[in-house]
């Protein structure tokens, strides 16, 4: 069935979550919290990044504490906050540009804002982007514009089909005056940029303005729309071949129950892998002859196909109709935000969230409705975009506001909201699970280790429940069908450490995963704080014989210190190739000590009276080293820091290796065991880095010459501090052991 419409303006465009749901499959390669202390060795998950990692069903981030995985709450869980970036801004605070009618995606936490419609209501081209921290503000340097569209454009649909090496973005239909038939593409690498010019193709059977468009099992769906004259009831599927061109289409007649345009469509995958497809709310017809929808019909998808046409159920029906909305979907939870509801034509501040439950139906809460209301916007919005990123915060860009309040954005918005669904929530949902990420600790701790504990930190009061599992494999091959373990039951209380020592068992990869419960009425979540692992830590290297071995032997400028003392110094940096992936990528550095006294960062010295002298640090964190900080006495320390494509820049320089978010690695630096005279060890750091040839940098850092230490404070002092750096050696580069001509100049490290 064609719906006939009178005029093309008014529609809009929804943004989708099928980019979002292919988002959380993507695999990081974080490192988590990895030290040794006092034999004993640690890798941690604790943070917002190590558990962002892993997949989410029906649970989500918290961010409690530095993080950890909760029941999903519904709605936005505290204020919604004006990011300081505005739409095209690299500047704080500084003005942007209005759009609305516009499209957006999401990569990565790379935030795309595409075309629409400007202050002077022209049409424009331009894409921007830029990336957000997974706690939701915009990252400096804010936006920049990385393309623009074949054509200007508003009322399009924006999806993207992620690859291996990246993915593509396609940019269905929409209006340049007149309604496009043509869907645009290009791809782009893992690092979100763009790395080929756009291919146009002219593939849909009518042009389509304020479509929806979804990706999921490698085909690319079109839904509903407005051609100029009718609002669509069929979708179209276009299977997406690697170089991303769609080379067939099939149709699906009247796949939806009424032709409509400016809904929401989202899709959930479930736990038997089944994608199922919802589509909110939505209008047809123009000014006083519209109709808008309060329904939300669904279906399933095959392998390929649909099953047609998609349901209305009457309880899964909105609070009311609405229409020229943003909807998102994570983790089971889909949000609505804004748009045109009832019968007034002024836009609203409304955010709705529904959970899906296992069958796919919409929970019944018996509050007459499944759609829940939350922390409301700002200020109102219409045919504005709405993503969401990995770390489930809601962004809602530009689009049309209100004249009131004495602000009259109702000609078009710059500003950007962003809200979390990680917070404390007053309602969550009955049920979930968390899977985790692939410890590796092959890769990041060297070897398969043995491990004899596990120590489960966790915020759980009665009546809520948590259970947890976990399976181990030598390899990651061998890890899918490696059977699962329980742990005992966990203890009521807040941030309980749950000790559980365990029969050893040798593992190179483990996994686990967390079940979460909570009973009506549903107001409680517990909280997985972190989870780690425990193994003795590895004997130290055999000792080499520095009376014969050359590479111990000091260069003819070492003026030895008179005093008894260890000498830490850099042999060699070691790296495999980066090649064509970005990920994280090993440095081995490797450090010997060439003094006449053992290094031990765990010794304990004699302080002066004035002094306290510090003890071991806890268990569950690294050691915090923070510029310009002294180092408190009763105990020896020391860090490696590793440099990428520069030397050190002196006092205080903690490195620049980052993770994959852009910031710099927590900590930042690689903590030290023991090394007796005569002896090296080699130790492993990641960092984030992109697929070109890099230059490493590696310094030992300790203390400088007295009187800023001294073995009676507790500092170690070392012989000479000018062997403490090593550099350049590429990526790819091996080992040597020949100091040559490596030493950097004298680098006072005032710590």
Known sequence: ???????????????????????????????????????????????LSDFVQGSFSFTGLSNVGDGGVQLIPMGITSQWVTDTYRIGSSTPNGSGFIRKELAAVIYKDIIYVIGGIDG?????????????????????????????????????????STTASGGFLYIVGGSTGTPQSTISYRSFNLNGAFTSGWTTVNVLDVSAVYASAVVRNGNLYVIGGY??????????????????????????????????????????TDESGIDHLYVAGGESGYDITYRRYISVPRTIFGDTDPTVPLVEHSGDGLQNTLAEHGAVQKSGGIFLTGGLEGSINDPKDTVYTALIDPDGALHNWGLGSPWLSSNPLPRPRRYHATVMNSGGEVYVIGGYGVNRD?????????????????????????????LS?????????????????????????????????????????????????????????????????????????????????????????????????????????????????????????????????????????????????????????RVANIGN??????????????????LPPPAFRS??????????????????????????????????????????????????GDLPIGTYRDYNTQCWLTPVTHTFYAQVDTCDNPPTCSISTGYVLERIETNNIFGPVSSGSIITQTLGGNYFPYIRKNQ
């Open 597 to 614: 006294q053992a290094f031990s960062p765990m010794r304990l010295v004699p302080a002066p009276p004035s002094k306290v002298p510090q």
């Open 437 to 589: 990420r692939v410890v590796n600790l092959i890769q990041e701790t060297g070897a398969q280790r043995p491990i004899n504990q596990i120590v489960v930190n966790t915020t759980i009061t009665s009546p809520v429940t948590m259970t947890v599992q976990y399976r181990y494999s030598n390899d990651v091959g061998g890890l899918q069908s490696a059977p699962w373990n329980d742990l005992p039951s966990l203890t009521y209380g807040i941030s309980v450490p749950n000790t559980f020592a365990v029969t050893p068992f040798t593992a190179g990869v483990l996994q686990y995963r967390a079940y979460f419960t909570s009973p009506n009425p549903y107001n409680l979540s517990p909280i997985l704080n972190s989870f780690q692992l425990r193994f003795p830590e590895p004997p130290t290297p055999t000792p080499t014989n520095t009376a014969t071995t050359s590479p111990y032997t000091p260069t003819p400028t070492f003026t030895p210190v008179a005093v008894i003392s260890p000498d830490l110094t850099i042999l060699g940096i070691a790296s495999a190739p980066v090649g064509a992936i970005t990920g994280y990528h090993t440095m081995t550095i």
């Open 227 to 268: 051609d100029g004259a009718y609002d669509d009831s069929w979708m179209y599927r276009f299977p997406i071949n690697s170089d991303g061109s769609l080379p067939t289409r099939e149709d699906y007649v009247d796949a939806l129950p009424t032709g409509r345009h400016s809904f929401g469509a989202t899709t959930w």
């Open 1 to 47: 069935m064609k719906s006939y419409r009178y005029l093309l303006f008014g529609g809009g465009i929804m943004f989708l979550a099928a980019c979002f749901s292919l988002l959380f499959s993507i695999p990081y390669h974080a490192v988590a919290d990895y030290q040794c202390i006092s034999g004993n060795c640690y890798v941690t998950d604790t943070t």
């Open 120 to 160: 002077s209501n022209a049409k424009r081209s331009e894409i921007y982007s830029a990336t957000t921290y997974i706690t939701g503000p915009i990252k400096p340097p804010g936006f920049v514009q990385v393309t623009t569209l074949p054509t200007a454009l508003s009322g399009m649909a924006a999806v993207i």
């Open 406 to 434: 004495g602000l009259d954005d109702s000609s078009g918005a710059d500003t950007i909201y962003h809200g979390p669904t990680t917070g404390v929530g007053s309602r969550y949902a009955p049920a979930g699970r968390y």
């Open 623 to 672: 050691t915090q080293r923070q510029p310009g900080s002294a180092r408190a006495p009763g105990a020896y320390f020391a860090w490696i820091s590793p440099y990428i494509d520069r030397a050190p820049l002196g006092v205080n320089d903690l490195g620049n290796c980052n993770d994959e978010f852009g910031a710099l690695r927590t900590p930042p630096y690689v903590y030290m």
